[in-house]
């Protein structure tokens, strides 16, 4: 009775610790100041050249006779989980921490802000079509939406 007292708290211990490690790898959400706006960027654009190679992979197997469905599943699940980065990174990091809300009685800066909105919902709905489909498009638009947003957020912050 005592051992299994034991290794129920090793294995709950465990699941806490991994459970902690895997939330920690988001950048925080208090108040820090420290922000790597062109890390972000960087990023979410690795991450598209990852689920483009996985979208050509998938494709590549698919037309295969003899078909490697271990490889597939590796593959799809590939970039189902990049797909979910991207999206980590657009919630997470800009629409929770960076992009403020602005009263409409400002003028311009709203429009910016709507502007970062309509960008930020674009590249969402973009990672999750890349999820549901091995359609290209997706990655060229995602790209073209992400440099919109670079060029709006950073021409707005003063950053290169």
Not at 60 to 67: R, T
Not at 101 to 117: A, D, I, K
Request: charged share 25%; glycine share 2%.
């Amino acid at each position: 009775m005592k051992t299994q007292k034991i290794l129920f708290s090793l294995v709950l211990a465990a699941v806490l610790f991994m459970s902690q490690a895997r939330s920690a790898q988001a950048h925080c959400e208090i108040p820090c100041g420290i922000y790597g706006d062109s890390l972000r960027i960087e990023q979410i654009e690795e991450h598209i050249r990852t689920l483009e190679k996985s979208m050509n992979q998938i494709n590549e197997l698919s037309q295969e006779g003899d078909k490697n469905y271990n490889q597939l599943v590796r593959w799809i699940n590939n970039k189902d989980d990049h797909a979910n980065k991207i999206q980590d990174i657009v919630s997470q990091y800009f629409l929770h921490q960076r992009i403020k809300p602005v009263s409409p009685e400002n003028e311009e800066m709203h429009q910016r802000y709507v502007t970062h909105l309509k960008l930020l919902h674009e590249i969402l709905v973009y990672a999750m079509k890349a999820k549901q489909t091995t359609d290209l498009q997706y990655i060229e638009k995602l790209r073209q939406t992400v440099d919109k947003f670079e060029d709006a957020y950073f021409h707005e912050h003063n950053h290169e």
